[in-house]
């Protein structure tokens, strides 16, 4: 069922925008000198209201209720399709940053655009993920008070980020020499495993809550 | 064989309750479910198909327990609820190309025909369709993926009297092969005067009775009298008006066959309903 579900997502659901947004929001990576971070934020602050705006517009929960399928399987295919989108985002972010680094070649101000900063927003897309979805799923409506949940939690978890780069000598040269790039890949595949279980506890938190709710 | 039997559905809400509901349904029957506004038919209805949590009791259709095989109860039931449209900027082409996925069971030959028969046109948008074709595409696409049972919540209310009829006939039509049952819930009596095999009336949560339609109209008598009479039957009659005359109400029959000097008409449906809306619990 769940092939079904993710053709109605990107089919029926998610407008075509939101497919293009990861491609804006990494050509933000083009910016010389900036807080990357920032650039990847905007996948919650612009798509994650929009999209599930527009769940609540079009009737979606009572459209594939009346679907063959189990509440568990809703839920699975909203994680999956933001978690597909956030893998977009980064995605294009890699391609941006090889532009940025053939460009400029200079290293940035604040966290760089290497392996590790892609480690840091698998890991920063994850906590808003295992914030956002359990919030959402006490209704499987309200998605204002989630969004900013998520927003809040992963913020504070960027910003804690880029203070311990610029102001721990020893993180910053493990974070950004090339002589730890190793480390930067390490972190790199750090990132997606924690990003992969903060998703299977948002799922098992949601499907939790989902459940117990009448709708 | 039962193609839906509940059994003793209880739900309790803080300011409402569902109360032992006991229904079941045959193959090849159409099922009229009625009750006034906030009686309690789409709690009923959502607690069937699990969108809500009963308290208590068992739901099962086609012989199977819902709780245990939602997913393949849901492939054979084709459903439809009164006031949700979804996706009503889409054209009815793509809603179909996704929800055909869903089934395996779907028939696209049998999808053709329908929409060509209702005279749909897979261009239009949802939002375009008057409210007699929306629910003629949603029962499009219930019989494309062969579903064997119809939940309908109110499909005829905001209908004109000429597509209620026209969607009365087209339910007569559906279960004549025997094949299929409908279930729909209704408000407007006179929908089930001219199609539905069997009535359940729901009160304040409660199913006051479900049985054929010439058993349910059996079971009452519109009774008159004069005000003198009154005070002797009083007690048993389910709700009453008194006019200078004397009195107009509704009696179950067991009691009527006490009383043969009032005189007595038989109900119709409306009666049963609105007695029933004045009756004291």
Redesign the interface.
């Known amino acids: 069922?769940m092939?079904?579900l993710m053709?109605?997502e990107f089919?029926?659901s998610i407008h075509k925008f939101f497919f293009i947004v990861p491609i804006l929001t990494g050509a933000l990576l083009l910016i010389p000198q900036w807080v990357f971070l920032v650039a990847m934020m905007y996948f919650f602050w612009i798509s994650i209201p929009n999209i599930y705006s527009t769940y609540n517009a079009?009737?979606?929960l009572?459209?594939c209720?009346?679907?063959?399928?189990?509440?568990e399987d809703y839920v699975k295919s909203k994680i999956y399709s933001v978690m597909f989108l956030e893998g977009l985002s980064i995605l294009f972010g890699v391609v941006f940053a090889i532009l940025n680094h053939l460009f400029y070649g200079t290293p940035n101000f604040v966290l760089d655009l290497n392996a590790a900063f892609f480690g840091v927003v698998f890991i920063m897309y994850g906590i808003f993920n295992l914030v956002f979805f359990p919030e959402y799923f006490k209704t499987g409506y309200r998605f204002g008070k989630a969004t900013i949940y998520g927003n809040v939690v992963a913020i504070l978890f960027a910003l804690l980020v880029e203070v311990l780069v610029a102001t721990v000598p020893t993180i910053q040269v493990w974070m950004e020499s090339s002589n730890y790039l190793w480390f930067q890949i390490v972190f790199l595949f750090l990132g997606m495993v924690l990003f992969g279980v903060a998703n299977l506890i948002a799922f098992i938190q949601s499907k939790k809550r989902f459940e117990?709710i009448?709708? | 064989m039962n193609i839906l039997e509940i059994k003793d559905l209880s739900k309790k809400y803080p300011s409402f309750e569902l109360k032992n509901v006991n229904i079941s349904l045959e193959e090849g029957y159409i099922m009229g479910f009625i009750g006034a506004n906030g009686a309690g038919k789409t709690t009923t209805l959502?607690s069937m198909?699990?969108?809500?949590?009963k308290d208590t009791g068992e739901v099962c259709f086609f012989g199977m327990s819902m709780d245990q095989n939602?997913?393949?109860v849901?492939?054979r039931i084709g459903?439809m609820?009164g006031d949700?449209?979804?996706?009503?900027?889409?054209k009815l082409k793509?809603?179909t190309?996704?929800?055909q996925?869903?089934?395996d069971t779907w028939d696209n030959e049998m999808y053709q025909n329908l929409m060509e028969k209702f005279q749909l046109d897979p261009n239009k948008k949802l939002e375009q369709l008057s409210q007699g074709m929306k629910v003629k595409y949603s029962i499009t696409l219930a019989l494309s993926h062969q579903a064997e049972l119809l939940i309908l919540d109110e499909p005829t209310t905001g209908l004109d009297p000429v597509a209620r009829d026209e969607l009365l006939e087209l339910f007569q039509e559906l279960i004549e092969d025997g094949k299929r049952s409908i279930l729909f819930s209704t408000h407007i009596t006179s929908d089930l005067e001219k199609c539905a095999d069997y009535i359940t009336f729901i009160r304040d949560g409660e199913i006051v009775e479900s049985s054929t339609k010439d058993d349910f109209l059996e079971q009452y008598r519109v009774v008159r009298g004069s005000k003198e009479q009154l005070k002797a039957v009083e007690h048993e009659l389910v709700a009453y008006k008194t006019n200078s005359f004397g009195f107009n109400g509704l009696m179950r029959v067991e009691f009527f066959e006490k009383h043969p000097e009032l005189d007595a008409a038989a109900p119709s449906i409306d009666d049963i309903m609105i007695y029933y809306a004045k009756a004291v619990k």
């Open positions: 069922m092939k079904q053709y109605k089919k029926l079009q009737n979606d009572t459209f209720m009346l679907m063959p399928i189990k509440k117990s009448d709708l | 959502k198909l699990n969108l809500v949590h939602e997913r393949q849901k492939h459903f609820f949700s449209v979804f996706y009503s900027k889409r793509d809603i190309d996704v929800v996925r869903f089934y």
